[in-house]
C-alpha cells in the first residue's frame, strides 16, 4: 500500500511542475498576452474659427452650451450645477494691457450690486503670462461669483477674456480649478 501512494505522489508532483512550467511559459509569451483595451473615448475637441480658438481636449465636467460665430460658452455638464465660461477676444485696438484690464475687472466687481472684489493672481499657463481675477456680486437676489482669466490670443496681437460666472459658494476653488482647466487646453487656429 505504501508503494502505491509513493506513485500517486509522485504522478501528483510530476503533474504540479508540468502545470507549473506551463503556466510560466504562456505569462511569458508576449505574442499571447491581448493589448489593453482602450475604453476611453478620445477627447472632445472644440473649435471656433471666428474666434481663432480650439479647445484641445475639453474636460470631462464640462460641455458646450454655444458655438456658433464669435460665441463660445461652456457649461458644466452635471445638470444640476450651474454656471457658464465665455470666451471673448477683444479687437486689435483694445490693446495688450493685462494688469490694466484686471483693474477694469476690480472696478467692474465694486460697481455692482453687493460687489466685493476677491483679488487676482498672476499665473503661467500654456499661454504665456496669464491673469485671473475674482469677484462677487449679487444678481437677482442671488450671490454670484464671476472669475475672469486675462491673457493674450495664442495667435497673438490682442487679449483673451474667459469668464466663468456661477452661483457663489463658500469655497470657488474647484470652479477656479475648471476655468483653470479649460486655459490649459486653449489653442489657436
Request: charged share 15%; hydrophobic share 40%.
Given at each position: ?28 509569451d ?29 474636460p ?11 460665441r ?21 485696438e ?8 484686471v ?15 476677491q ?43 474667459i ?6 459658494d ?6 477656479v ?10 489653442e489657436?487656429?
Open positions: 500500500m505504501m508503494g502505491s501512494v509513493s506513485r500517486f505522489g509522485a504522478l501528483f508532483l510530476t503533474a504540479a511542475a508540468t502545470a507549473a512550467a506551463f503556466f510560466l511559459l504562456a505569462s511569458c508576449d505574442a499571447q498576452t491581448p493589448e489593453p483595451v482602450n475604453t476611453q473615448p478620445p477627447p472632445t475637441t472644440v473649435e471656433n474659427a471666428t474666434l481663432g480658438l480650439r479647445l484641445a481636449g475639453l470631462d465636467d464640462l460641455s458646450v452650451a454655444v458655438n456658433d460665430g464669435d463660445l460658452e461652456l457649461v458644466p455638464a452635471a445638470q444640476d450645477v450651474e454656471g457658464r465660461i465665455v470666451f471673448g477676444v477683444l479687437p486689435p483694445a490693446g495688450q494691457n493685462i494688469p490694466a484690464a483693474a477694469d475687472h476690480q472696478a467692474s466687481i465694486a460697481g455692482r450690486d453687493g460687489g466685493s472684489y483679488g487676482s493672481q498672476e499665473l503661467i499657463s500654456p499661454l504665456g503670462t496669464t491673469f485671473y481675477s475674482r469677484g462677487r456680486f449679487t444678481a437677482d437676489g442671488l450671490p454670484v461669483e464671476e472669475t475672469v482669466v486675462f491673457t493674450l490670443h495664442p495667435a497673438g496681437g490682442r487679449m483673451m477674456t469668464t466663468y460666472t456661477y452661483p457663489a463658500e469655497d470657488s476653488s474647484v470652479r480649478q475648471q476655468l483653470l482647466d479649460v486655459v490649459a487646453v486653449v489657436g487656429i
